[in-house]
């Protein structure tokens, strides 16, 4: 039988990864971020232009095919 443990499912954040007030990427507003990772505040995020974006590229790599 497995024992799980409370907490040992979750990844342990980097040591820099700390909840801080950042400047929005795309309006330059301070919002509070829970991490490094987030860098859109919510406001942006609920824009149609932000929930309809399309990728550019086929999403492939762009490493040339070997001949």
Known sequence: ???????????????????????????????????????ICKRCKTQVSWKSAITTGDGGSRRRSSR
């Open 1 to 39: 039988m497995n024992t799980v443990y409370p907490g040992t499912l979750t990844p342990k954040r980097a040591n820099s990864d700390l909840p801080a007030e950042r400047h929005c990427l795309r309006c330059k507003t301070a919002f509070w971020s829970e991490g490094f990772g987030e860098r």
